[in-house]
């Protein structure tokens, strides 16, 4: 028998722990944190503590080594109560830890690994500049060899993770020169927070994930030694895709749990919540509006851990990792726009846990690749006359 | 300190919509989320603490099918240090009595000064086990222990929660059962790392014959109790709200209460 949709034992185990982490420790603080904008150093020690971070890297360098299924359940059961915790997770796993421990030498892997899995630190993953979104490889940022330093400048944008009392390294994609092909060539250099001519400054009024640490950075004559660069030079744009892959399966996981929190916060109210007499869940309209979301739900859950599955058994996975992303996303928005629907006035109001989830969606749509961009990288992968991007 | 915890993995209906079975004797738990009981997740971490308070060793025995493994792992990755299974399909439709005495027998020849279970279980809710296990072991037992103040020699001081916001506290001879009461503590999260190290962990699995027990001691044919039928309780009619001054409310609800036949 091949196929097996059973998870097993540990798996489950993994599911309940963080579900009880969730709820008793996130749950009674997170519209407060949400509302006062927040980041929380004590969650993500936690978190750490917990083995919630380094999933997929091995004991040696303090990691818990559950693979992505294991990682995926975890996020996903986070992201059930609140966003902004998960989003800590996601990025500091999949921005933060993967690319260190994957493209990594001994040493840096010494020097970082153990303090971000342990939740002591934070490492953040620095892509976006205010020119260069969707366009990631069209950085403006520079790195240049002076010796035995290099010198970097230019800035970054809404960057996870890097700007909290707890941030300690950027990973920084910088143009190192140019490619025999006339394009640029990118590199990725581990920059630490607090070297002179970095600067992190927090991000503030976001609508979405606001209890999660967003930084902007500026870099002026920053130097940081030639060992920093990460892997070899010139490597950074295949990291930076290879880091997304990941990437995206941890933030379709919040898609999912963001979807079964809400759903599950519907079906509450639709259940307690009476007009005309009734439970509004027993009116056809509202008792099928319940049936799409679960069912949907379950159609995200299922390509999500295919594409999982598919990376622990290391097997191709970037076209399924965008698939589950833009799936799961979607469904969240659809999601979560019936679950307040159902909850009529009640779910626009700061008090129901619901309103956060609405709002927390959309970044979604956005982060890590934009729903469009996703589409872009399936269209290239199913084989499509041209090229999908213009 | 010998410490064994027995635990019962449970279906969690706190939440949950419960339908009869076609048996008409049970609930359909298709579907329904497992867990360990939620009082003996007390009694396991109580006994994780005594253990790393007074040395020792702790053992977590439940009865069931082999999905109870997972209930095991949990309390060996909490700080238990053995697990035990018993499972046989002649244990089916035991009651409490029934559990107690295959209980009983798994822990006869085990080194034991204290036992710890739940004051109930969430599913069945009987509070039976602890007391008949004691009397079955002959030795003494508190129920509803809501605190272990200390444990000198061979004497436990401990704290019982009585009706009414009253509080006991007992001198009790070991070795002794206790069935402890949820908030006794905070139990603690296994994290990852924990549930790995126990994930290979080796279960010891004992049936029938292995106890030495009849087929007529366990199961439906060792239980004191037949189970008839489950039902949900009929809706009541709903609420008839009172209003008026605190006087006219009061002889509203006397004279209500004698036309039911509530007070004479
Ligand atoms: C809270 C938050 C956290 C973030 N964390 C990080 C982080 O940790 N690290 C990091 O590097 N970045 C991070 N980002 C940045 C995020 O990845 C970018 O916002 C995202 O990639 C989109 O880039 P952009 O905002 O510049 O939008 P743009 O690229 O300007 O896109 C604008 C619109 O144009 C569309 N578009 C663009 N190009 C095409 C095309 N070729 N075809 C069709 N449509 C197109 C887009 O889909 C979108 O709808 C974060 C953003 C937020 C809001």
Not at chain 1, 80 to 87: E, K, L, P, W, Y
Not at chain 2, 21 to 34: E, M, P, Q, Y
Request: aromatic share 6%; charged share 25%; net charge negative.
């Amino acid at each position: 028998m091949a196929l097996n949709f059973d998870l097993d034992e540990e798996l489950e185990s993994i599911r309940k722990m963080v579900r009880a982490f969730s709820e008793k420790e996130i749950a009674p603080v997170a519209e407060e944190l949400d509302e006062k904008e927040e980041f929380s150093v004590q969650l993500t020690h936690r978190m750490g503590e917990l083995g919630l971070l380094g999933p997929f890297v091995s004991e040696q360098y303090g990691g818990s080594d559950i693979g992505y299924m294991g990682y995926i359940i975890a996020t996903e059961e986070i992201a059930r109560i609140d966003g902004s915790q998960a989003a800590t997770l996601a990025a500091g796993n999949s921005l933060g830890i993967y690319p260190i421990y994957t493209f990594g030498s001994e040493e840096q892997k010494r020097q970082w690994l153990p303090d971000l899995c342990a939740g002591q630190k934070l490492a953040s993953f620095g892509l976006t500049e205010p020119d260069a979104g969707s366009d990631a490889g069209d950085s403006k940022t520079t790195a240049l060899l002076d010796g035995d330093e290099w010198v970097i400048n230019g800035s970054k944008i809404f960057i996870t993770n890097s700007s909290s009392d707890i941030s300690a390294v950027c990973i920084v994609q910088a143009v190192t020169g140019k490619r025999p092909d006339g394009r640029k060539e990118l590199s990725c250099i581990l920059v630490p927070n607090g070297t002179p001519g970095f600067s992190a400054k927090t991000m503030h009024k976001k609508m979405v994930w606001r209890a999660s640490n967003t930084g902007e950075l500026y870099f002026a004559d920053c130097r940081v030694p030639k060992e920093n660069l990460l892997g070899r030079q010139g490597e950074g744009f295949h990291q930076m895709l290879q880091t997304l892959d990941g990437g995206r399966l941890s933030i379709a996981a919040m898609g999912l749990g963001g979807a079964q929190g809400a759903y599950e916060l519907a079906m509450k109210y639709a259940h307690e919540r009476e007009q005309f007499g009734r439970a509004i869940g027993s009116f056809q309209v509202n008792a099928f509006k319940l049936a799409d979301m679960y069912t949907e739900i379950e159609m995200a859950r299922l390509l999500l851990y295919k594409a999982c599955w598919l990376a622990d058994n290391k097997k191709p996975y970037t076209k399924e990792s965008a698939m589950a992303k833009l799936v799961c996303s979607e469904t969240y928005h659809r999601v979560v726009n019936h679950a307040v629907q159902l909850h009529g006035g009640y779910g626009l109001m700061k008090e129901y846990a619901v309103e956060r989830h609405y709002r927390n969606q959309k970044l979604l749509d956005i982060g890590e690749g934009t729903s469009e961009v996703q589409r872009i990288v399936i269209a290239r992968h199913i084989g499509v006359p041209g090229d999908p991007r213009g | 300190m010998d410490i064994i915890v027995c635990v019962k993995r449970v279906p969690e209906t706190a939440e949950a919509d419960i339908v009869i079975d076609s048996t008409g004797k049970g609930i359909d738990k298709a579907g329904l989320v497992f867990d360990i009981n939620e009082w003996d997740n007390y009694a396991v971490e109580e006994a994780v603490l005594l253990k790393e308070k007074y040395g020792g060793s702790v053992t977590v025995i439940s009865m069931g099918p082999e999905e109870s493994n997972e209930t095991l792992r949990r309390a060996l990755a909490m700080g238990g240090d053995e697990a035990i299974r018993l499972t046989d399909s002649a244990f089916a439709g035991s009651d409490g009595h029934a559990i107690a005495t295959v209980l009983s027998q798994a822990i006869k020849p085990l080194p034991y000064d204290l036992i710890l279970t739940g004051v109930q279980a969430e599913d069945d809710g009987y509070g039976q086990v602890g007391p008949t296990l004691a009397k079955m072991l002959g030795i003494n037992h508190a129920t509803v222990v809501n605190g272990i103040e200390r444990i000198e020699g061979n004497t436990a001081r401990v704290h019982r929660e009585l009706e009414g916001g009253l509080e006991e506290i007992l001198d009790l001879e070991l070795p002794a059962v206790l069935t402890i009461q949820s908030g006794i503590n905070e139990p603690r999260y296994v994290s990852i790392m924990g549930i790995r190290k126990v994930a290979k962990k080796e279960i010891k699995v004992l049936g029938l014959t292995d106890l030495g027990i009849k087929p007529d001691e366990a199961g439906e044919n060792g239980s004191k109790t037949v189970i008839e039928r489950v039902f949900l309780p009929p809706v009541g009619e709903g609420a008839e709200m009172l209003e008026g001054t605190v006087e006219n409310i009061a002889e509203r609800v006397v004279s209500i209460l004698k036309e039911k036949g509530g007070v004479a």
